[in-house]
């Protein structure tokens, strides 16, 4: 019975634990839709060059993507070293191929 | 049959996805899978970068895209990645009923957003004679964007099939890492679209 | 004991249990049986190519015909033997090593499979249906865009379908190694081959999707009218050449270190001395893999690039001989103090350093970019990439076989025969690439149909024939010695050589559940480790019980016919209508093949612990 309890305790402590995970989730949600409509907005009212627009929206998407693998993926939680590892990887060779062929094809 | 008792314990673990060595390769796995498909994808999106200019005459990218409908499907994929999310929250409290209407509100959206795509390629087609053969561009453009639409498509089908087969029998260690290895798979089609909507609506638009 | 048992069985069962099979030693097998094949196909390939040139202006072949001889000989030894053979020998060891019973996913490992044979398949059907690929291995656009007839079609559609599987099988050894190590087997007590397969395979998710892309871009330009790659809507050539070298670039180093891990256990296991470095060893590894993914473009030197572009790529090559280095210098530390036995695949160790160096001093010549403008696309390239291929993997290959046949077959390979094939191939090999350096500095392009008289180039191209008959002689002793050794050959011990690491502390060949109790490492060589403390064996690490077992499955099989239909169903769609039925056909068998995979339950099965206790030994 003992056993039972400890168990019992150990459940309602996870579930905590998965309720404020779930939280943090909704939160990362809705800075993503704030990032898409600033994204968005940014684009569709033209109110800036494209020499400024162009980074600006690499980085609100670079943000969002890390709030998906992160939070929405889990990969910042423990036993995930190595699908990080190989994560980071292809993203390594996700930029070099997009800098090889956006950088130095010539025409 | 000690070994059906195994799979269907009394409580479950609190990561059922990880609680066999199968679950725990498959987990493993499909993490890998996804870093290759992070090249295949940028391999596609170098591709488009490369070609983007290459209209031939045909209509350029900011005569083409619309914003307003891109917006909607890109509301539609972000919200089915947030009903993932509580579908494999309500996994992990062991509650199948809810975790099967969170995938079915998934499969919806997942729909809707596909509907749309559809749309949005015959429109292309139709209105400006935009097609995977007309310059080098409509290739380029097709492939990525079509490319990213056949994984929906081949991601709901999943869904559906695991949905249908688990109905009755509930939760157990066995089917649990297929659940949660299809929320990766989700999570990952909406990776790529937020580069999607960035590199090929958005900064299509910006020029 | 299975042994015996297979001999009893009827001949339709032996091939109903290959075709089903998960096992990864039974699929060591197909594998090996398979890349054999081709590598015989790709050898008679190449020793057309060499009678064709075995003298000025000859007519041994048509043109055409020599165009399909060269791409499919390139193509077919890459692809169709160089990679399975490997896959044959890391499925054959590397669960072994670490103590596994199975790998991580036993139905992908025999998927991998049977899409490598039956892309190998699709592609050397092209020979008899209108003719082969002709636009060399690399493919380059727009020349395999505009290739008449089908051949460049079967070389997209072969090598899509093989592809997938070579993927799989990455992941599957990555998640083998990862998640199946025995007790106690860290990572940096793994041996050399495991590690040097767990690069690879991360090599292998990189690189293949590149590759696989860039076959879908051609796919599309070839049969639906695409603009990929036709400059007149805006395509772009280049795209081609940046996607295939992003992939096959680190294809050489997938193929090269496989070997590398190979010679690393064999110098250990015949110096009798643990491996000199091992932890640079290790790190070396991982840096060429990493260097190699970041040097793609130096096959590309002459495309104009610019000069800024050329030179970081030229240094980044460059710098990868600085790991490769170590490596060399660690072997030769390896043997230097050690007691050394020589015999076959010793043989191939020693014969591979020399070589190889050879290989890399010309690599490092042909990074110089000022240099490659004079080598691009001579003989000088062809012998330069002869020595690191063939001085490399395929004598790392047959060291690999030499040394593991014991443990893959229960017997030991003859000696003698080994030697006589070790001595004609290894001649045989520098007499006709040697000599390929000097053709090309003497201005013989590569991939001419002939050459004219009196040039300089008469010699030489005859001596390069010559060479290849001797190469030829070596593989087929290897052959017989094989075909001997089924029949005739010594039965091998559990533990032939004196080895080090875990595959020799079981029964030649393993029982099917290899481990009957998981064994506890403690360290680095933990036979050897054990042997030094005068034990011998190694210690349980759980008491012995009931084994989980996988299913035997036929869908991989069906899965790479369907796939195979539908690629005939894609090359002929462009010209027929009723090529639509193999398509939807074919592709209706994979995805109905794959949906009941994921429906139906397959839990496996238990070897219950009464029957471990009466297979003791």
Redesign the interface.
């Known amino acids: 019975m003992t056993e039972n309890t400890n168990?019992n305790e150990?459940?309602s402590f996870?579930?905590q634990k998965?309720k404020e995970?779930?939280q943090k989730?909704?939160i990362s949600?809705a800075l993503?839709?704030v990032f898409?409509i600033i994204?968005?907005v940014v684009?569709?009212t033209g109110m800036m060059d494209?020499m400024f627009?162009?980074p600006i929206?690499?980085i609100?998407?670079i943000i969002?993507?890390a709030f998906?693998?992160y939070y929405?993926?889990h990969m910042k939680d423990k036993?995930?070293e190595?699908?990080a590892l190989?994560?980071y990887?292809?993203?390594?060779?996700?930029?070099?191929?997009?800098a090889?062929?956006?950088?130095?094809?010539?025409? | 049959m000690s070994h059906d008792h195994s799979l269907n314990p009394e409580?479950m673990p609190?990561e059922p996805e990880?609680a066999t060595l199968e679950g725990k390769n498959k987990?493993?796995g499909f993490?890998?899978f996804?870093?290759?498909?992070?090249?295949l994808?940028?391999?596609l999106?170098?591709?488009y970068?490369?070609l983007r200019n290459s209209t031939a005459g045909g209509p350029t990218s900011n005569e083409l895209f619309g914003?307003e409908l891109v917006?909607i499907m890109?509301?539609l994929l972000?919200s089915s990645?947030?009903t993932s999310?509580?579908a494999m929250?309500h996994m992990?409290?062991n509650d199948f009923k809810k975790m099967q209407l969170w995938l079915g509100i998934t499969a919806i959206l997942g729909f809707g957003f596909l509907a749309c795509e559809i749309y949005e390629f015959t429109h292309y087609i139709h209105e400006y004679e935009f097609t995977f053969r007309s310059s080098a561009f409509g290739s380029a453009f097709y492939a990525l964007v079509g490319f990213h639409g056949g994984h929906v498509t081949f991601g709901l089908s999943w869904l559906i099939a695991i949905m249908i087969r688990n109905a009755k029998r509930g939760l157990n260690l066995y089917n649990a890492p297929k659940f949660y290895t299809f929320s990766?798979y989700w999570?990952?089609i909406?990776?790529v679209w937020?580069?999607i909507?960035?590199?090929v609506y958005?900064?299509g638009?910006?020029? | 004991m299975s042994i015996a048992s297979a001999q009893k069985r009827s001949f339709g069962a032996v091939l109903w249990d290959y075709l089903t099979t998960v096992d990864h030693k039974k699929i060591a097998h197909l594998y090996l049986f398979g890349g054999g094949f081709f590598f015989l196909l790709g050898g008679l390939e190449a020793m057309a190519i060499r009678i064709q040139l075995i003298q000025p202006e000859n007519d041994f072949v048509s043109a055409g015909f020599y165009n399909e001889l060269l791409t499919m000989h390139g193509t077919t030894m890459i692809f169709l033997a160089a990679m399975p053979l490997i896959f044959a020998l890391m499925n054959a060891v590397v669960p072994l090593q670490i103590g596994a019973r199975d790998v991580a996913f036993p139905f992908l490992n025999s998927l991998g499979f049977w899409l490598f044979l039956f892309g190998g398949l699709i592609l050397n059907c092209s020979w008899f249906l209108g003719g082969a690929p002709d636009a060399g291995w690399t493919s380059y656009t727009p020349l395999s865009v505009t290739s008449p007839g089908h051949g460049v079609d079967f070389y997209v559609l072969g090598l899509q379908i093989s592809g997938a599987g070579t993927l799989m099988a990455g992941i599957n050894f990555?998640v083998t190694i990862?998640n199946m190590r025995a007790p106690g087997m860290t990572y940096m007590r793994m041996p050399l081959f495991t590690w040097t397969t767990f690069v690879t395979s991360?090599l292998i998710?990189?690189?293949f999707p590149?590759l696989t892309v860039g076959l879908f871009l051609l796919m599309f330009d070839r049969m639906f009218g695409s603009a990929f790659f036709d400059v007149t809507l805006g395509g772009?050539s280049?795209?081609w050449q940046?996607?295939f070298w992003?992939f096959g670039h680190p294809e050489v180093y997938i193929l090269i270190l496989p070997a590398f891990g190979v010679f690393s256990d064999v110098i250990a296991t015949f110096s009798k001395k643990r491996l000199f470095g091992y932890t640079a060893m290790v790190f070396a590894t991982i840096l060429i893999a990493f260097l190699g993914?970041?040097v793609?473009?130096h096959h590309m030197f002459t495309v104009?690039?610019?000069p800024v572009?050329n030179s970081i790529f030229a240094i980044a090559t460059m710098a990868i001989a600085v790991p490769t280095g170590i490596k060399i210098f660690n072997w030769l530390a390896t043997m230097w103090g050690g007691r050394i036995t020589i015999n076959s695949p010793m043989l191939w160790a020693l014969g591979f350093i020399p070589s190889f160096t050879i290989g890399g001093m010309t690599g490092v010549m042909v990074a110089s970019v000022v240099a490659d403008y004079q080598y691009h696309d001579t003989y000088f390239v062809v012998a330069h990439f002869h020595y690191v291929i063939v001085g490399g993997v395929v004598f790392g290959i047959l060291a690999g076989l030499h040394y593991w046949w014991p443990k893959m077959f229960g017997r030991i390979l003859h000696e003698g025969m080994g030697k006589l094939t070790f001595w004609t191939f290894f001649i045989g090999f520098h007499l006709t690439f040697f000599i390929q350096h000097f053709l090309g500095l003497m201005g013989m392009p590569r991939r001419y149909w002939v050459f004219l008289e009196d040039q300089g180039l008469d010699t030489g191209n005859l001596i390069s024939t010559i060479g290849a008959f001797f190469m030829a002689f070596g593989v087929i002793v290897f052959v017989v010695n094989a075909i001997y050794t089924a029949a005739k050959g010594e039965k091998a011990p559990d533990d032939p050589w004196d080895g080090r690491t875990l595959e020799w502390t079981i029964a030649s060949p393993p029982a099917h559940y290899n481990f009957k109790q998981t064994p506890l490492v403690r360290g680095l060589d933990p036979l050897w480790i054990e042997k030094m403390e005068g034990k011998g064996n190694m210690t349980p690490a759980e008491p012995l019980g009931e084994i989980h077992m996988p299913n035997s499955s036929f869908l991989p099989f069906m899965m790479s016919l369907g796939l195979f239909i539908a690629g005939f169903g894609f090359i002929y769609q462009v010209n027929y209508n009723w090529a639509y039925i193999l398509l939807f056909g074919g592709m209706a068998i994979t995805l109905g093949c794959m949906l009941i995979r994921s429906l139906k339950d397959d839990h496996g099965y238990h070897i219950p612990k009464d029957e471990l206790e009466r297979e003791a030994d």
Request: charged share 5%; proline share 1%.
């Open positions: 168990s150990t459940n996870q579930k998965r995970e779930m989730q909704l949600f993503m839709i898409t994204a968005f684009v569709a494209g627009v162009i929206l690499l609100l998407a969002q993507v998906q693998l929405f993926m036993d995930h190595m699908p190989m994560m990887g292809g993203m390594w060779a996700a930029i070099l191929t997009v090889g062929l956006g950088v130095i094809s010539w025409w | 409580t609190n990880k987990f493993l993490w890998f996804l870093g290759g498909e992070t090249v994808f940028a391999c999106f170098g591709t970068i490369t914003l917006f890109t509301i972000l990645s947030l999310v509580y929250y992990k409290n990766l999570h990952f909406d990776v937020v580069f909507f960035t590199v958005l900064m638009k910006v020029g | 990555l990862i991360t998710l990189f690189a590149a772009n280049i795209i940046h996607l992003i993914f970041m793609w473009a104009g690039l610019g572009a």
